[in-house]
């Protein structure tokens, strides 16, 4: 007689699934509009209806092992004309920050982030507090003399021997985070053929212009915010490696002047960045069908990228206009600010980074 | 109960359960007055091909209970009038009824002369737009009465070709509005359902796509006196369909429409998979379905039909009907296989579901549950029959209608 597969639904997964807000997965009757609707979904494994289903049914475990999760862009398309208002759209990001949290390293800081809705005073002040005490400890805690320039308030070997081993561990978390990830997208399915990085250039080329966003239709107005942004973060972080090169290689001075190429460069990003999330704050404020509901997980990323957006903008222009005491102060909550940023990469919503990254290149080498 | 002393019970809507309430009623000696805004009695089911599960046409069934309605005395059946107004008074309800203007009369033979002089050509609402017809017409071949109607808001000023063709002179084309007042000792309210509108379906092309139509313009496709005789072709083309898809849970089970189900759309789908097959044997039918919905003995239909050498059932909704090349697309996941299929079809059908009449709009203010269905009000002396109440088959509507009927009396009894 053939064996019947068990299925063990995970009580607790369930539980928290209803805990972030998927309590609505209960309510679908597998009818397949969503997975009909998307346009990102694979004709021969679409999603979200099965995802809703393993869901419905507690299976964390497949769930983890599903590129699926991650190919979702959230763009609604599914929650618009879902026949029973599952929110399907929704429940995949409470998926994927289910995932995030199951993936971490080390696992206590993927649940301090995880449950930021009750911890983000440690994450947004441990930080903080950290500049704070290391400029009083260091006798740089005060308004310079003469005020001219932010490394004349926080000297750049300060900021060094902090972001360094920051960055170091950061990336140790991302890569155990990231193998993880990998080990499980290959434990299920159609084996990968060729190799990783002969599908990640491809896959860089397609998060570079944002294509698969332009197939979305309700969340259309997000693909422009979400590209400004990007792009605003790499022409930071370009201009930011050019400075220590300009610094060190041919002892440039600090503030560089105005019209100096990377100023430019770096001016050019801070505009995107703005642009960037004005866009997204206005969509995250527009109607939820179509923009999708706002879990505390998705508010605090959103939080923090416009705080650090913000604080930038504010400290360059503070540095001209402001009282001295009053942009240096906003120049020490931007260093905080920007700090949590980094040091939430691995756990919080900007995870999505790695993780849609590994399953698009994992899709392309399956595909 | 002696006739002589109680009042009459009103019944409104001359559908198959109006029409079977105010027959129980009179069969058991109460006087009836049956009303009906349309000029024709019968109502939804006087369009359609066949009924299910026996697959007979309704005709038969209805021209049986109009030979009730002409042989009994006791009811009074009042075509092309409506409910204008309702007050509850000691006893009963007094209620105003507002009849349209007779522009023809019972002298009218239904000869049709007057139809073949009409200059003026109108969208044809009993084919639901499917074709049109003179502005003077006889709503249907079978329609009861046998009186010939006017659009009269369609006629050109001053025109008087059809009163000119009449030799019965049976057409007043000055005729106004009457109203009359009578006082009821009770109110069936059998007023029906509409089909839901396809235009509140674009994304599965209704009423963008011409070849997107509607179960209930699928029944008057195959019905003999419909718009294509009952040949069933495509309206675009005109040419017969080789490929057939049903969309069920068309605008049905949705919080974005109807949140609920119909419980006719499945069994009408697959009979209308039979009509396909009786008249184009090799087209392909293809249904996508939620849930197969067929209870009780209807389960046969769907054995038996969906069963049929080229008729297929493949679970998964549909999310959309698009044009392309060489005839409509549907996308839809086929939830068994777990792929996406994009399926090419010539005829599409949505399988729509049914709208409570006048939902807001009861002179009588009765109460109605969450999705707009009358609510029986027995201590106001007001009982529901058939669809008004919860969508149903015709079977289920005519037992709901019996039941009123006695509820009905009783109510007019206590009353009086």
């Not at chain 2, 203007?101 to 139809?115: D, F, Q």
């Amino acid at each position: 007689m053939a064996t019947v597969p068990l299925i063990a639904p995970s009580e607790d997964f369930r539980r928290e699934l209803r805990r972030r807000g998927g309590e609505r997965a209960s309510r679908c009757y597998q009818c397949a509009t969503c997975s009909a609707v998307c346009e990102l979904a694979p004709e021969g494994r679409p999603f979200p209806r099965r995802q809703v289903l393993l869901a419905q049914w507690g299976q964390g475990d497949q769930l983890a092992t599903d590129p699926a999760v991650w190919l979702c862009h959230q763009c609604n398309d599914c929650t618009v004309r879902c026949p029973r208002d599952v929110r399907p759209g929704d429940l995949m990001q409470v998926v994927r920050a289910m995932v995030i949290e199951r993936l971490a390293a080390p696992a206590f800081l993927g649940r301090l982030v995880a449950n930021v809705r009750s911890t983000w005073p440690v994450v947004l002040g441990a930080p903080l507090l950290l500049w704070v005490l290391l400029l009083g400890l260091t006798g740089h805690l005060g308004v310079p003399p003469g005020f001219h320039a932010y490394d004349q308030l926080v000297p750049h070997w300060l900021i060094y021997s902090v972001f360094f081993p920051v960055a170091a561990f950061v990336l140790w978390a991302a890569w155990v985070s990231g193998r993880r990830f990998w080990t499980l997208l290959g434990s299920v399915g159609p084996p990968r053929k060729g190799s990783f990085l002969a599908s990640l250039v491809p896959v860089f080329g397609e998060i570079s212009t944002h294509g698969r966003f332009s197939n979305c239709e309700a969340g259309r107005p997000r693909r422009w915010g979400h590209l400004a942004l990007l792009w605003g973060f790499v022409g930071a972080a370009v201009t930011s490696g050019l400075l220590v090169v300009a610094l060190y290689g041919f002892g440039a001075q600090l503030p560089l002047p105005l019209d100096h190429p990377f100023k430019i460069l770096g001016n050019i990003s801070a505009v995107l960045l703005v642009v960037g999330g004005v866009i997204l704050l206005i969509n995250r404020l527009g109607d939820p069908q179509k923009t999708g509901a706002s879990t505390a997980f998705d508010r605090f990323f959103l939080t923090v990228v416009l705080l650090v957006i913000a604080t930038g903008v504010l400290a360059e222009v503070g540095r001209f206009f402001f009282p001295a005491a009053v942009a240096c102060s906003i120049y020490i909550v931007h260093l905080s600010v920007v700090l949590t940023l980094f040091v939430t990469f691995p756990y919080s919503k900007f995870a999505h980074m790695l993780y849609r990254t590994l399953a698009m290149v994992h899709e392309r080498m399956t595909g | 109960m002696n006739d002589q002393d109680s009042l009459p019970v009103l019944v409104v809507g001359a559908g198959v359960s109006g029409i079977t309430a105010a027959l129980e009623a009179a069969e058991t000696g109460a006087s009836v007055v049956l009303v009906e805004r349309q000029p024709y009695v019968g109502g939804r089911v006087a369009g359609f091909y066949h009924y299910f599960p026996k697959m007979c046409p309704p005709s038969c069934g209805l021209e049986i209970n109009v030979q009730r309605l002409e042989r009994n005395p006791r009811v009074r059946v009042l075509t092309e009038t409506r409910v204008s107004a309702a007050e509850q008074v000691d006893g009963g309800w007094r209620v105003t009824l507002e009849r349209a203007p007779a522009y023809v009369t019972e002298a009218c033979t239904g000869c049709g002369e007057c139809s073949k002089v009409c200059p003026v050509s109108v969208v044809d609402e009993f084919n639901h737009g499917m074709s049109s017809s003179p502005a003077i017409r006889l709503s249907h071949p079978q329609a009861w009465p046998q009186r010939f109607v006017i659009e009269r808001a369609a006629c050109a000023d001053g025109c008087e070709a059809c009163v000119q063709s009449c030799a019965y002179d049976a057409i007043h084309l000055d005729a106004t509005v009457t109203t009359e007042e009578l006082q009821v000792g009770s109110v069936v309210l059998a007023t029906g359902w509409q089909p839901y509108p396809l235009e509140k379906l674009s994304e599965l092309g209704g009423g963008v796509l011409p070849d997107v139509i509607s179960n209930v313009q699928m029944e008057r496709l195959a019905s003999p006196s419909g718009p294509t005789a009952g040949q069933i072709l495509c309206p675009s083309t005109g040419q017969p369909p080789r490929r057939v898809a049903f969309v069920q849970c068309a605008g049905s089970r949705d919080v974005n429409h109807l949140p609920y189900c119909s419980g006719i759309c499945c069994l009408a789908s697959l009979k209308h998979a039979q009509y396909v097959k009786d008249q184009h044997p090799d087209t392909e039918v293809s249904i996508f379905y939620i849930d197969r919905r067929t209870p009780g003995r209807n389960e046969d239909v769907l054995t038996r039909i969906g069963d049929m050498d080229g008729v297929r059932l493949v679970k998964g909704k549909v999310g959309k009907v698009e044009a392309g090349d060489g005839g409509l697309v549907l996308t839809v996941e086929d939830v068994e296989a777990g792929r996406k299929l994009h399926e090419q079809a010539d005829l599409v059908v949505l399988a729509t579901g049914m709208v409570p009449t006048g939902n807001g709009e009861s002179p009588f203010g009765i109460a109605r549950d969450e999705d707009g269905f009358a609510l029986d009000d027995f201590d106001r002396g007001l009982v529901v029959a058939g669809v008004a109440r919860r969508p149903t088959d015709v079977a289920a509507a005519v037992r709901d209608a019996t039941g009123s009927a006695a509820r009905a009396l009783a109510a007019a009894e206590r009353g009086a």
